[in-house]
């Protein structure tokens, strides 16, 4: 089992930054990729960025993010970051964090495809 807790989100200004964590704990040595979605109300959730964990590991992310948010990792510390910038009104979000065990070909961005999932922090991006 893997659990996985978020942090870091709240309530920011337009233009704004935020920093998000997800520290996993467990048998987090099975670690394939981590990857980052969000849900708004009454919309459905999306991928936002995800990062394969091992050197060398590739990163993704939704195109609505590029250039502002990067995703980073500290395997060490078993945490997975997002860094969020030049943050707008539609980026709020509840910002999930999701873990995938096993090697997938192109499916990080389906939430589906992860086994375990965080409980999820707020961001609130104000105009």
């Known amino acids: 089992q893997v659990q996985l807790v978020e942090s870091g989100g709240g309530l920011v200004q337009a233009g704004g930054s935020l920093r998000l964590s997800c520290a996993a704990s467990g048998r987090t040595f099975s670690t394939y990729a981590m990857g980052w979605f969000r849900q708004a109300p009454g919309k459905e959730r999306e991928f936002v960025s995800s990062a394969i964990r091992w050197n060398g590991g590739s990163t993704y992310y939704a195109d609505f993010v590029k250039g502002r948010f990067t995703i980073s990792r500290d395997n060490a510390k078993n945490t997975v970051y997002l860094q969020m910038n030049s943050l707008k009104p539609e980026d709020t979000a509840v910002y999930y964090c999701?873990?995938?065990?096993?090697?997938?070909?192109?499916?990080?961005?389906?939430?589906?495809?992860?086994?375990?999932w965080g409980q999820g922090t707020q961001v609130t991006v104000s105009s």
């Open positions: 999701a873990l995938r065990t096993t090697y997938c070909e192109g499916c990080l961005s389906i939430g589906r495809n992860y086994e375990y």
